[in-house]
């Protein structure tokens, strides 16, 4: 992204010393965005929380300050956690196969699938083989029956594919197996309610009038860019599904999760501070030091280029995360005790072309001198 000077309004609160995460999301906001929000969360505290632009693509409604959108995959990191969480109190062997926990799923030859398989994406179950529509991913017994009868792709554990869809009702129903709670109620009750983070998977009716909908990105409208090396997306995905109700509610804890920056930057903090931010612990620091386990490197045959993945995160160097469809994204930073989102409303389909996050994350950096 080429220096222009920045025109777009910028709400929210800024410390002084990374003022150039606020010129970063104003020259997006002047150039690709419609609205979008910026937080960066250091030592567990926010010193950036900052939004602007519109909620809506006739750009009549402000984004606020309580603005929240689906971040897609980047609800992924949320699933981990919990995951991650009950691994940590000694209710979840990650190392153990899934059919200890799900007997079901020993089916078609995976009584091998270890949980971390589900975590690296290596567990062979990228995609449903039986035709999916959309609403069927509203059947929660239905999809997990059929991720428990289908045979694993490859041999788990030796490969690895992005689990796009599929991740989240796998780990999903272990989290339901092992709490009794859909993961979303696990993630509301023992997640988002102790740290006050405005996130949910599975949004009630109740928040609807604050959500900005998500807007296709300018030249695909499917799901299907993302994918062309493991053939079309099983369902195929629209942009717009995200703006019915039916998605909204479902709770889909790969995809359907509903937030802004402020609110993914308050819960992945506790990652980026050893697994206790803001004076609530989830986790001690062991526990939170196994997202970055590495569990996978090389190729990913769904997305196709190298991949490094730890329990439940992508690793980058030194960082950890995970992005979602469509450009938002979510950085942790355990030495530096750094954590960096970006949530937006318009989604665009360059791939690595896309740099609106990346920007947010370079300009972080650059406050840290």
Request: hydrophobic share 40%; proline share 5%; charged share 20%.
């Amino acid at each position: 992204m080429g220096y222009r000077p920045a025109v777009a309004e910028i709400q929210g609160v800024c410390d002084k010393r990374f003022g150039a995460v606020r010129d970063a999301l104003a020259a997006s906001l002047d150039a690709d965005d419609v609205g979008a929000s910026a937080a960066v969360y250091l030592d567990g505290e926010p010193v950036v929380d900052i939004w602007g632009g519109y909620a809506d693509e006739a750009r009549a409604t402000p984004w606020q300050r309580d603005t929240i959108t689906c971040v897609w995959s980047t609800t992924k990191t949320m699933s981990a956690l919990c995951t991650l969480m009950l691994a940590d109190r000694g209710d979840l062997d990650l190392a153990a196969p899934v059919a200890r926990y799900w007997p079901e799923f020993a089916a078609a030859g995976k009584e091998g699938v270890q949980v971390r398989h589900l975590l690296a994406h290596t567990a062979g179950l990228p995609g449903f083989d039986e035709p999916m529509t959309v609403d069927d991913l509203y059947d929660w017994p239905g999809a997990t029956a059929r991720l428990a009868a289908q045979a694993p792709r490859w041999a788990p554990g030796t490969a690895a594919g992005y689990h796009a869809v599929t991740q989240g009702f796998l780990l999903g129903e272990i989290v339901r197996r092992v709490t009794g709670r859909h993961l979303g109620a696990f993630f509301a009750d023992e997640v988002a309610g102790p740290l006050g983070a405005d996130f949910h998977i599975g949004l009630p009716a109740g928040h609807d009038d604050r959500v900005a909908a998500i807007i296709a990105p300018p030249s695909s409208g499917d799901a299907a860019a993302g994918y062309r090396n493991s053939g079309p997306p099983n369902p195929m995905l629209q942009p717009s599904d995200a703006n019915g109700a039916a998605w909204r509610r479902a709770g889909l804890p790969s995809a359907g999760g509903y937030g802004n920056a402020r609110s993914v930057g308050t819960v992945q903090s506790v990652l980026s501070c050893g697994g206790t931010a803001r004076g609530v612990r989830l986790l001690s620091a062991a526990g939170a030091a196994r997202a970055r386990e590495e569990q996978y490197r090389g190729e990913d045959r769904v997305l196709g280029g190298s991949m490094c993945y730890g329990l439940g995160y992508a690793i980058f160097g030194d960082q950890f995360g995970w992005g979602g469809w469509g450009g938002s994204l979510v950085m942790i930073d355990a030495e530096a005790r750094l954590t960096v989102s970006y949530v937006m409303n318009r989604m665009l389909d360059r791939g690595l072309g896309d740099d609106r996050a990346l920007e947010i994350v370079v300009a972080a950096y650059d406050g840290l001198g």
